[in-house]
């Protein structure tokens, strides 16, 4: 297996080129990225690691506010250790978009570009003269992409388009937690990454469509539908039934599904048990108080059927349930936390981590790319960029 490890990887392939590896699939494809936080950053991040040169506009007074938004309160040097999580493989290009001067050498880079991506409120763009009908007047075959919150129209356009308040207005709250619970949100901005990896789906079949046609297109995506489509399955029950589906008053973990579907606590630990017919699991386990039930009643006595398996569980450690639930070829897996995780032959075998280099010499261990191709896994340990640490190598190379 071949492992692209440096920055240098990352750049076009020449006969010069001794290392053997083989270019990635985005390389020669430039993207500008007028983005901020979460959402268009993660997507900019992915066709990064995929070979794309991304060129990062920021404003040079502040620059992407993701910038200033720690995590837990760390920080790289002036910038908040999430902003290097996220902003790994690009450049950074400051601009005050709304003077003329500097906007004209943004409109040079516009007319480079494959792609520009932005994922600022709607009609802030326009305002600035780089809406897309105003970018396509300068660039026809540009690939041109905007997450909003909600929309570029209609009656929430201008709610904030902020994770959690999403979360709350999509109805994903009501999946997760016991019934007794209120509203749970994912502790992941699960509606920014997820928008943005459907951002980057919309960007390659733009630039698929440009191959094909010479045309571009406009790309256009909100994190309200990005949540309601990760919820096909609950919403379809929903709409044929006309009730939301209802979670297990006891450990639940999936609302649509039966017993005993769920994590359980044991003597030592916690179990997760996935779809597993009665009769084998009260088998396995030699639980008697399973007798009762058979697989006919996992939805309607879905509660009685999981308090059962909680009490009985909480007998043995863990080790001890998950023996004899693999002896039989039964799914259910021990509940890792982080630590435990990282020390398990699996997670190591699977080369997840790798480090950022910083000008300073500074290392920061973060996530690689997950994706591999032809077998090799890509890593880069070029860091998120200082901001407008690219402006002048950037005008001196479009002027």
């Known amino acids: 297996m071949k492992f692209i490890k440096s920055p240098s990887d990352l750049l076009p392939m020449s006969p010069e080129n001794k290392k053997g590896l083989k270019r990635l699939p985005l390389e020669g494809v430039m993207v500008l990225e007028f983005c901020q936080y979460l959402s268009g950053p993660s997507a900019g991040l992915r066709l990064a690691d995929l070979g794309a040169r991304v060129i990062k506009v920021e404003n040079p007074g502040k620059g992407d506010l993701c910038r200033i938004l720690p995590i837990k309160n760390q920080w790289v040097g002036e910038d908040s250790l999430l902003f290097h999580t996220i902003n790994r493989n690009k450049e950074s290009y400051t601009a005050n978009l709304k003077s003329e001067t500097e906007q004209a050498g943004v409109k040079q880079l516009i007319q480079k570009a494959d792609v520009l991506m932005h994922n600022f409120r709607p009609g802030v763009m326009e305002k600035l003269g780089l809406g897309y009908q105003q970018v396509k007047a300068i660039n026809p075959a540009i690939v041109f992409a905007e997450i909003s919150g909600y929309g570029e129209a209609g009656p929430w356009a201008k709610k904030p388009g902020q994770d959690l308040l999403l979360q709350a207005m999509s109805g994903l709250m009501y999946t997760s937690g016991d019934q007794s619970h209120g509203p749970a949100p994912f502790g992941l901005a699960i509606g920014d990454m997820l928008c943005g990896a459907q951002a980057v789906q919309g960007i390659l079949a733009g630039l698929v469509h440009r191959k094909r046609t010479g045309k571009g297109s406009r790309i256009t995506l ?41 994590v359980y606590p044991t003597k030592d630990s916690h179990l997760a048990i996935a779809m597993i017919p009665i009769w084998p699991l009260r088998e396995a386990l030699d639980c ?38 693999r002896e039989s070829g039964l799914w259910a897996m021990d509940v890792k936390d982080w630590k435990a995780l990282k020390k398990t032959e699996g997670y190591q075998h699977a080369r997840l981590e790798q480090e950022l280099k910083l000008a300073d010499g500074q290392r920061i261990r973060t996530t690689r790319c997950p994706i591999q191709i032809d077998g090799e896994v890509l890593f880069s340990e070029r860091p998120a960029p200082g901001l407008g640490e690219h402006t002048a190598s950037i005008k001196e190379e479009f002027k």
């Open 222 to 262: 909100s994190l309200l539908e990005s949540l309601l489509d990760m919820q096909f399955e609950v919403l379809t029950t929903y709409f044929a039934s006309g009730k939301r589906p209802l979670r297990s008053a006891v450990n639940n973990a999936h609302p649509l599904l039966g017993a005993p579907y769920g």
């Open 288 to 325: 008697a108080g399973l007798e009762e039930f058979d697989q006919s009643k996992v939805f309607s006595h879905r509660d009685e059927i999981k308090q059962v398996l909680a009490d009985y569980l909480k007998t043995e450690t863990t080790d001890h349930w998950l023996t004899k639930l």
